[in-house]
């Protein structure tokens, strides 16, 4: 008898471990700027041992967000010199520092559709949608009212459920659209099977969103974030092109 409330005990002691560590990193949303969200969660693990890798997320509206190109500089050089809240590294590029894809920003169209199996983001009259490349291109030839844009790959979420996705691991960069039309944006400080990253996006109690799409990750995986309440920096390994600011 003494052997099974030992072992009853310690079980309760792992599940009490992996509560507190739910508890810590799995936070609700709380605001960080005016219309300016921030949550971090832990995906993998399981256990008080480790393993997990941290999500640090940040939830907006159509209109604080924007597509941003030019020199090549690290998120935190990219917020300062765009007087932005937060910016997360964007799409594509190539080892010239040449981006690969749609960008459009404020309006102006900066690099041209690439013909690939990628998504795009874009904003236009305030709504934020993703679409596949070849409905992007079939939809909005002219890119009229479109305000902001990046494409890149692959969709990690359509219409709520995850797509089919190579098995690999690595950083994560990423950004999605819930039902109520706020955008998320996020990256994962640590390596994620893409599994992993697309099932977060999905779950309603992860990011919960209707479409996600994934952006450059690995190396390029970064954030900047200096709020009045918050203020963080996940360094990536090069400077990127473009980015997503929120501002």
């Not at 690290?74 to 960008?103: C, H, M, Q, Y």
């Not at 950004?175 to 994620?192: E, F, P, T, W």
Request: charged share 25%.
């Amino acid at each position: 008898m003494r052997r099974v409330f030992f072992g009853l005990a310690i079980i309760l002691l792992i599940a009490f471990g992996v509560w507190q560590l739910r508890a810590k990193t799995e936070t609700r949303w709380h605001t960080i700027a005016p219309g300016v969200e921030m949550r971090t969660l832990s995906v993998g693990g399981g256990s008080t041992l480790g393993g997990a890798t941290e999500i640090i997320a940040l939830r907006t509206t159509p209109s604080h967000l924007k597509i941003l190109k030019g020199e090549t500089r690290d998120a935190s050089a990219w917020r300062e010199d765009e007087k932005s809240l937060a910016v997360i590294n964007g799409g594509f590029f190539d080892p010239k520092g040449k981006t690969l894809g749609l960008r459009v920003c404020d309006g102006a169209k900066k690099g041209d559709l690439h013909n690939a199996d990628w998504g795009v983001f874009f904003i236009r009259k305030g709504k934020a949608g993703v679409l596949h490349t070849r409905d992007f291109k079939k939809k909005y030839t002219s890119y009229v009212n479109i305000s902001q844009a990046v494409q890149c790959g692959p969709r990690l979420v359509v219409d709520g459920k995850t797509t089919d996705l190579k098995p690999q691991t690595a950083r994560r960069t990423g950004i999605g659209i819930q039902r109520d039309g706020k955008i998320i944006v996020a990256i994962s400080d640590g390596a994620l099977p893409f599994d992993d990253w697309a099932n977060l996006w999905a779950k309603s109690d992860g990011l919960n969103c209707r479409d996600a799409l994934n952006l450059d990750g690995g190396g390029s995986t970064q954030i900047s974030i200096k709020t009045k309440k918050k203020s963080l920096e996940v360094s990536g390994l090069w400077p990127v092109p473009d980015v997503v600011a929120i501002r």
